[in-house]
């Protein structure tokens, strides 16, 4: 088994004797307890857990050698103190060989890993330190083929033993694959294991392998800083650093987006997030008249294209990078790890993207700004729809947005409803019941009222060029400031555009839902696009629009494929947590689910995610999401009440 080499046979650890001519160590024979008795005196580990030695460890591995696979739940029942420094602790054992893999967590004091002051005394550096140690496991994990199960077919053949930590993408995140404990000063490391067995049988030997050698060789490599790429650590560090910086730049300078010259803006390919690479990758240029410079963490200055606050459009032929730059500058929100190319984008973190959402399930919402009035007598102040239609997903979309406080709106004509967007003087003229209010022609007062800008791409409707700011158009991937033709078009080829000086009620949503919606299973990721939910059967067949269904899968759920500024499925399960923690602990009379956002946002940032985690074991996969994204999950939750 490539890259699993220890030190030692277990025979020889056994005194000789191999597992499978040992006598029968069933429940009334050898108890692995008998070993821990015997051999340490037990310290406390956090005051639910006795701490035993690493001794133990391999003792209790021997003990269980040979048995049924429920005698692995002995491991679990106390820490184990390595002879590093580390705390080892299996916080949940798999059920059998193909259950989901065991939980597992290492702990160290802080002191003990030896990290300079200065790579931890703000929460950007924290932050970025603990997802590189995060992407170090991971990169070590598949180095050494720790990732892969033993070999076998068929159910009696072998099983298990590939470590799996939640390995991050091309964004510096907060993770609970490695956390810092303020409060204790300790530093610790999450990841699963799944444990070998031969049919049900446990396979002492390749547990002794994984447990007692693998795992240690991947804390003390993860963990300690004098065994960490030193120079790739300063970098990672100084490149959130940076893109911190810039970012909060951006408000004073009047901004509300900077692309650096020289960034990578496209991808690999449309379903990937690394950059293109190539001699027909075009480095970005931008144009003389909308440069401004900011400065990095260290005060050096780069300089790059401003996107200023107002209406912007975003214009050119097809195929010449409008969605490019478009995508580029809504995942500035994050920041992005070295090499990236989008390393030296930033935008303003409320920014959110804006698109039609055919199908998707809305609650009692105040669309009237755009929809004041429906067929039916029904009033856009209070809009409910299980199956929205284009334009009205839309306009849920953006109200929920405004909600939630984004002041940054991103949307692409490609993904948009073109009735919500804009109607053109014939439309008007032949017919006069419409009634939806087009976009166009509520920008510019969302700005001027409510102080959010807006960046679209267009390029099929000249309408926009009345209300925009500035017109910023792509050829050949490079961008033009055509701002002045586009004035000077607009006098040419006039048209009559309704231009509202009022936008309209951004809404404060309160709400709540039945914890029966949640089920007592816990709610898994599909990927990054749906999160899965198990509502009870009596909730569902009480009300059939609580069955929470995704019509596309046939399962209960919540839809999140157009939610386009997700990026990693952990934070899927970060959503599902807080939704667990709304229903678990609502808010009080008049508070709004905003407000409950920021509550939840700050208990995470200050006590950990384990804050918020009200069912089941601690999580090594959680990734935080942006209170936008959380809320339009809680907002997409059929069965919701809005009060």
């Known amino acids: ?32 307890s008998v070993f821990l008795l015997e051999s340490s005196t037990p310290s406390r ?66 002191g003990k890993a030896g990290f300079p002051a200065h790579l931890l005394d703000a929460p950007v550096k924290a932050t970025a330190v603990k997802d590189f140690l995060t992407r170090s496991a991971a990169d070590l994990i598949r180095a050494k083929g720790m990732d892969a199960n033993l070999s076998g077919s068929g159910w009696s053949g072998p099983k298990g033993g590939a470590f799996n930590i ?21 530093i610790e490391l999450r990841f699963t294991v799944s444990l070998p067995a031969r049919g049900r049988t446990i396979l002492g030997d390749e547990a002794f392998q994984i447990l007692a050698d693998n795992a240690p060789d991947l804390v003390i490599r993860t963990l300690f800083y004098k065994h960490l790429n030193e120079n790739k650590l300063a970098s990672h560090v100084r490149a ?18 900077f692309v650096a010259e020289g960034s990578i803006l496209p991808r690999k390919s449309g379903s990937a997030s690394l950059p293109m690479v190539g001699s027909s990758v075009i480095p970005f240029k931008s144009p003389p008249e909308l440069q401004v410079r900011l400065r990095k963490s260290d005060g050096e200055a780069i300089t790059g294209m401003g996107i200023k606050k107002g209406v912007t459009v975003l214009t050119g032929g097809g195929f010449h990078g409008k969605s490019t730059l478009l995508e580029a500058t809504q995942m500035g929100v994050y920041d992005h790890i070295p090499g990236d190319g989008r390393e030296q984008i930033v935008t303003d973190p409320t920014a959110f993207k804006i698109r039609a959402e055919d199908g998707r399930n809305v609650k009692n919402l105040d669309i009237s700004p755009f929809i004041s009035s429906l067929p039916g007598g029904r009033d856009g102040k209070s809009f409910t729809s299980e199956d929205a239609s284009g334009s009205t997903s839309m306009a ?40 939806i209010t087009p976009f166009v022609s509520k920008a510019r007062a969302l700005y001027q009222q409510h102080g959010v800008s807006t960046l679209i791409v267009i390029g099929g409707c000249g309408d926009y060029l009345t ?20 004035s000077e078009v607009v006098q040419q080829f006039p048209t009559s555009i309704s231009i509202e000086d009022v936008y309209g009620a951004i809404p404060a949503r309160t709400i709540s839902f039945p914890k029966n919606l949640l089920g007592s299973k816990s709610a898994a990721a599909r990927g990054k696009d749906f999160l899965k939910l198990f509502p009870t059967e009596q909730m569902a067949s009480v009300d059939p629009s609580k069955s929470v269904k995704n019509p596309a899968e046939s399962e209960a759920g919540i839809e999140l494929a157009s939610v386009e500024q997700i990026v990693e499925p952990g934070q899927l399960r970060f959503m599902a947590e807080v939704l667990r923690y709304l229903a678990e602990h609502p808010g009080g009379m008049g508070v709004t689910l905003t407000q409950r956002l920021q509550e939840i946002g700050e208990l995470v940032r200050t006590k950990g995610f384990d804050a918020v985690h009200v069912q089941g074991h601690a999580l090594g996969d959680v990734v935080m999401a942006r209170s936008l994204e959380v809320g339009a999950a809680v907002n997409r939750l059929r069965g919701l009440v809005v009060e």
């Open 166 to 186: 939640n390995a991050p993408g091309q964004e510096i995140l907060e993770r609970s694959s490695c956390m810092i404990n303020a409060e204790d000063a300790t």
């Open 240 to 257: 959130a650093m940076d893109q911190h910086s810039m970012r909060s730049q951006l408000e004073p300078l009047g901004l509300v987006g």
């Open 1 to 32: 088994m490539p890259g699993r080499a220890r030190g030692r046979p277990m025979a020889s650890f056994r005194g000789g004797r191999g597992a499978r001519g040992a006598p029968a160590r069933g429940r009334g024979g050898f108890a692995p």
């Open 45 to 110: 580990d956090d005051g639910s857990r006795d701490v035993a030695s690493w001794s133990d460890l391999e003792n209790t591995i021997y003990a269980i050698d040979g048995q049924s696979y429920g005698f692995y739940k002995d491991l679990a029942k106390v820490s184990y103190q390595h002879q590093s420094g580390f705390r080892f602790r299996i916080d949940r054992v798999q059920s059998d060989p193909y259950a989901p893999p065991s939980r597992c967590r290492a702990i160290l004091p802080l």
């Open 467 to 486: 209300v925009a700011d500035t017109v910023i158009g792509m050829t050949q991937y490079t961008p033009h400031d055509l701002t002045q033709q586009a």
């Open 396 to 435: 849920a979309n953006i109200q929920e947005a405004l909600g939630l406080g984004s002041r940054l709106l991103l949307i692409d004509e490609d993904s948009s409803a073109t009735n919500l967007l804009v109607r053109d003087q014939r439309m008007q003229t032949l017919i006069n019941s419409e009634p």
